[in-house]
């Protein structure tokens, strides 16, 4: 089975930075777009950025110019690197990826476990 296993988060002040980590694993034939999300308390979950496996980003304007997305493919990792980080940015962030699997050939978006991100003075 395949798993996302993330790494990187925890409470730090405004201003500090953050780099998330997530790392695929598995019965994994090839891994299509990758992509960081976020929940706040009391809010729906959002898209933060996406990047595809040909490394193109898409960022949330909201992050955009202090977040950025980044992938290794021969790691099978996406990171997020968070900079300049505000009070509003604390979410749990769960990374995602679609993967087409092997033995059996399936494909299925997969999701991380989350990791808290908190912003506070």
């Known amino acids: 089975q395949v798993q996302l296993v993330e790494s990187g988060g925890g409470l730090v002040q405004p201003g500090r930075s953050l780099r998330l980590s997530c790392a695929a694993s598995?019965?994994?034939?090839?891994?299509?777009?990758m992509g960081w999300y976020r929940q706040a308390p009391g809010k729906q979950r959002e898209l933060v950025a996406t990047?595809?496996?040909?490394?193109?980003?898409n960022t949330r304007d909201a992050v955009k110019g202090r977040f950025t997305i980044s992938r290794d493919n021969a790691k099978n990792t996406v990171h997020l690197q968070l900079n300049n980080l505000k009070p509003e940015d604390t979410a749990v962030y769960y990374c995602?990826?679609?993967?087409?699997?092997?033995?059996?050939?399936?494909?299925?978006?997969?999701w991380g476990q989350g990791t808290q991100v908190t912003v506070s003075s």
């Open positions: 990047i595809t496996n040909g490394g193109r980003t």
């Open positions: 995602n990826a679609d993967i087409i699997t092997t033995a059996p050939i399936v494909r299925k978006i997969y």
């Open positions: 598995g019965s994994i034939n090839s891994i299509g777009t």
